[in-house]
Structure formats: structure tokens, C-alpha cells
């Protein structure tokens, strides 16, 4: 990786990665500042991340919430809200439950389940709203060992499911059918 400028880096690769885009935009490539992470320590930083976003975390609660609060310097600029709290909802009838009563504003998949979102368009005041997202849902091979390391194997596998029909088999499903075939460094 070479950095170009504050606000830029470049990737040298050694071959092409198709879905680095979606590596970049998981958990695993947050931006935070090393002097924090060496100063503080991992354990530190699970309960009091720092990161580049137009909120900062005010109370982290493991298992119920997490409170964050506008950050006013932010790149972007402020964010529209002055506070969000995520609540940590596992069972999903108790999240269409507390949609319902408007006891919360949102509800992010997965908690509910594709079957309860016609439940959800049929309540009053809760609606469901689709927009792109880079959600991914995907079966991943092991390229690196096994019958799957051969490109061969993993190109008949893919050509042999019929993903459409599966989307189409989901009700309430918005996805996208889009394939890649990984390259053997992407699971490394």
C-alpha cells in the first residue's frame, strides 16, 4: 500500500482481487490511528473505538447499546442528527414488536427476517424502505487446498446453481444476482 496524500492510498496487488472493495468496506479495514491502538491496546479499542466516522461513541454497553453522539468536525461534515443509540435486538419478533410500538426507528437486517417484512408494510406508521446496500451474501470456497482449489471445480459449481431461481424462491427478497469467481489470494 503506498499513501498518496491525507486522503488517499494506492494498492499494489499481486493479482487481480475482485471483491476488495467489499474486504475494504467490512470490520476488518476500519481506519483508526496506530498510536491508539499501541498506546491503548486491542481490548481497549473493542469497548472505545476511534474510527473516521460523523459519530464518536459517548457509552458502549455490551449486549444492549451503544450511544454515539455527532462528531461536528467530521470530513464530511456534521451529521443531521445530534445522537443515535443501537440497541441490540436479537430475537426478531421483539424487534418488529418494538418497530410497532415506535419505540425504535429502525430496524437494520438481518434481525428481521424476510418472512415478517410484509407483517412490518401492513403496520401502520412502519414501512419497509429497500435502498443498495453493499450487503453481501455469498458461499465462499477454500481456494487454497481440497477439491475447491481447483478453478475448474469452483467455475462448474457456480455455473451449476441456478442463483436467479433461488432469489426469485426467497418472497420479499431484493437482491441482486451477481457473481465472481475468487482468485486463490482472496480467503489468505
Given at each position: 500500500?503506498?499513501?498518496?496524500d491525507d486522503y488517499t492510498v494506492d494498492f499494489h496487488l499481486n493479482e487481480p482481487?475482485?471483491?476488495?472493495?467489499?474486504?475494504?468496506?467490512?470490520?476488518?479495514?476500519?481506519?483508526?490511528?496506530?498510536?491508539?491502538?499501541?498506546?491503548?491496546?486491542?481490548?481497549?479499542?473493542?469497548?472505545?473505538?476511534?474510527?473516521?466516522?460523523?459519530?464518536?461513541?459517548?457509552?458502549?454497553?455490551?449486549?444492549?447499546?451503544?450511544?454515539?453522539?455527532?462528531?461536528?468536525?467530521?470530513?464530511?461534515?456534521?451529521?443531521?442528527?445530534?445522537?443515535?443509540?443501537?440497541?441490540?435486538?436479537?430475537?426478531?419478533?421483539?424487534?418488529?414488536?418494538?418497530?410497532?410500538?415506535?419505540?425504535?426507528?429502525?430496524?437494520?437486517?438481518?434481525?428481521?427476517?424476510?418472512?415478517?417484512?410484509?407483517?412490518?408494510?401492513?403496520?401502520?406508521?412502519?414501512?419497509?424502505?429497500?435502498?443498495?446496500?453493499?450487503?453481501?451474501?455469498?458461499?465462499?470456497?477454500?481456494?487454497?487446498?481440497?477439491?475447491?482449489?481447483?478453478?475448474?471445480?469452483?467455475?462448474?459449481?457456480?455455473?451449476?446453481?441456478?442463483?436467479?431461481?433461488?432469489?426469485?424462491?426467497?418472497?420479499?427478497?431484493?437482491?441482486?444476482?451477481?457473481?465472481?469467481?475468487?482468485?486463490?489470494?482472496?480467503?489468505?
Open positions: 500500500m503506498e499513501v498518496i482481487d475482485p471483491v476488495l472493495l467489499t474486504k475494504l468496506a467490512g470490520y476488518g479495514a476500519m481506519i483508526v490511528p496506530p498510536e491508539y491502538l499501541a498506546e491503548h491496546g486491542d481490548d481497549h479499542f473493542n469497548t472505545h473505538p476511534v474510527g473516521t466516522g460523523p459519530f464518536k461513541v459517548v457509552e458502549y454497553n455490551p449486549r444492549e447499546d451503544v450511544q454515539l453522539e455527532a462528531f461536528a468536525d467530521h470530513w464530511g461534515g456534521a451529521p443531521k442528527l445530534d445522537e443515535v443509540t443501537y440497541r441490540f435486538i436479537s430475537e426478531p419478533s421483539t424487534a418488529v414488536a418494538e418497530l410497532q410500538a415506535g419505540r425504535v426507528d429502525i430496524v437494520i437486517p438481518p434481525t428481521i427476517p424476510i418472512g415478517m417484512i410484509d407483517t412490518i408494510n401492513n403496520h401502520d406508521g412502519a414501512s419497509i424502505v429497500s435502498v443498495p446496500s453493499p450487503t453481501v451474501e455469498a458461499i465462499r470456497f477454500n481456494t487454497q487446498s481440497g477439491i475447491t482449489a481447483d478453478e475448474r471445480v469452483r467455475k462448474a459449481m457456480i455455473m451449476a446453481v441456478d442463483r436467479q431461481a433461488i432469489i426469485d424462491a426467497i418472497p420479499g427478497w431484493r437482491g441482486r444476482n451477481d457473481c465472481q469467481l475468487p482468485g486463490r489470494s482472496v480467503l489468505r
